[in-house]
């Protein structure tokens, strides 16, 4: 009698795990997309001296001056640049993609940038590997009309690491 109670309670006990466990996995690719980076673009008129700031990348010499905050921190960062072509329906098709600069194991929360932006059409990618083991990969250019950095293509690519880090916090 008591073997059977004991029986049935192990079971009860590894269903309710096993669907804790899911419940968990669900919540985290739930909400593996949104975005904790916060983009702004330092002008070139500002009373900040990117030349002064401890965590500065200078991909170029001329360029515009942006920072890259994120919540989770940066470790490393990719930075490519990326070649376009129209059709003749006027659609972007991607042709290449060649990476510029490394950056690893910074381990900071804010990031200044000094990079050559495209204006319309994205020539530079940035790849993110946050604390987090997430990755996160973004298209920048600079708008024409307000100098504002834009961004598209942006994607979050949460790795196993990432998994097993978000289901243990």
């Known amino acids: 009698m008591w073997g059977i109670i004991s029986n049935i309670s192990s079971i009860v ?66 930075i490519y640049k990326i070649n376009y072509d129209f059709d ?8 290449s993609k060649q990476l510029v600069k490394t950056f690893k194991d910074l381990k900071t929360d804010k990031l200044f940038i000094r990079c050559d932006l495209g204006e319309v059409v994205q020539t530079t990618q940035i790849e993110i590997k ?24 942006y994607k979050c690519k949460l790795t196993f690491k990432g998994l097993l880090y978000h289901l243990c916090v």
């Open 130 to 153: 946050r604390s987090d083991y997430t990755v996160i990969t973004f298209d920048l250019y600079e708008s024409g009309k307000n100098g504002h950095v834009v961004i598209g293509n």
């Open 88 to 95: 003749e329906n006027g659609n972007q098709q991607f042709i």
């Open 13 to 78: 006990t590894c269903i309710a795990f096993l669907l804790y466990l899911a419940g968990h996995i669900w919540a985290v690719l739930k909400n593996k997309d949104n975005i904790y980076e916060k983009f702004s673009v330092v002008p070139y008129d500002s009373n900040i001296d990117i030349e002064n700031e401890d965590n500065v990348l200078i991909v170029d010499d001329i360029g515009c001056e942006f920072f890259v905050e994120s919540n989770y921190g940066i470790n490393n960062v990719n």
